[in-house]
């Protein structure tokens, strides 16, 4: 299965309690931060959710 990169690009202090649980779910520690996860429906799901505070890199 092929495989995403995401990067942190904004702050989770101040967002939605369950935002915050999502960043912390796919892995993120700091701004800036870029992690490697599947390319699942779930996964999508979650970058969906707070695709305000991350990006695709490519």
Known sequence: ???IKIKLTKSPIGKIESHKRTVKA???RKVGQIVEK???PQIRGMIDKIDYMVEIVE
């Open 1 to 3: 299965m092929s495989t």
């Open 26 to 28: 796919l892995g993120f």
């Open 38 to 40: 599947e390319d699942t």
